[in-house]
């Protein structure tokens, strides 16, 4: 995929990282990057401010169709550092190519206390440096294909009422008489011939079928 102006969508999740001073769980963030594409994408991860950041993997290659988690850590939590919005850039690169493709800003803030989230904004003067390569993990992080998290919740949802609707309509066709049948009590509307039962036989057996499935 060749955009004329050379400009790639990048997918990024979330959109602004936010640390908070007395909340030490969240300085750990992760930084999710989704390739949706059908060619791999190699990314590499900048920073305005490199020495306050710890980032695993800050550089490597999305599969197609895949995503992939990238841990960052503030690293210089401290009065000082509250309140100051840093940004991190991602690259991203077409395979065989040193030519950006596309990128994405994503804003960082130090945030006092346990506030909520703010929406934080900045210029494009910074200056964006090379983040260094962690010792903490040598092998990048696991990736994800991107229909993995939509088949999970189709099949949390399990068998729709429309299956089972169907399934008990198949059963009560079973149960009826035959028209053949005099000897039946049941009015004479209600009375099935033996090629409508085997179509509900051949239904139910499906159905049947999708349910263990599910």
């Known amino acids: 995929m060749m955009l004329s102006d050379g ?3 990048v997918f990024l999740f979330p959109t602004a990282l936010n640390f908070y001073a007395d909340d030490q769980s ?22 305005t401010a490199p ?8 550089e490597g290659t999305v599969k197609p169709r895949c995503c992939i988690d990238i841990v960052i850590r503030h690293t210089a939590v401290s009065s000082s550092n509250v309140g100051v919005t840093d940004k991190f ?23 006092p206390g346990r506030a909520d989230e ?3 904004q900045g210029s494009d003067t910074d200056q964006f440096e090379q983040l260094p390569m962690s010792q903490l993990s040598p092998q990048q992080g696991t990736q994800y294909r991107l229909s993995e998290a939509r088949g999970v919740a189709e099949s949390s949802r399990g068998p729709s009422i ?7 309509s198949c059963v009560l066709t079973l149960m009826m ?3 053949s049948d005099q000897s039946s009590t049941w009015p004479t509307y209600l009375h099935i011939t033996i090629h409508q039962k085997l179509i509900a036989a051949y239904v139910l057996g ?6 263990l499935k599910t």
């Open 206 to 211: 499906l159905i049947t079928m999708v349910l």
């Open 162 to 168: 429309i299956v089972l609707v169907v399934g008990l």
């Open 118 to 120: 703010k929406s934080l």
């Open 51 to 58: 020495r306050k950041y710890l980032v695993v993997d800050p």
């Open 7 to 9: 400009k790639l969508p």
């Open 177 to 179: 008489p035959l028209v």
């Open 26 to 47: 969240s300085h750990k963030q992760v930084l999710t990057v989704y390739n949706p594409y059908e060619f791999a994408l190699k990314f590499k991860v900048l920073s």
């Open 89 to 111: 850039r991602i690259h991203v690169y077409q395979h065989g190519q040193r030519q950006v493709s596309g990128r994405k800003d994503v804003p960082s803030s130090l945030i």
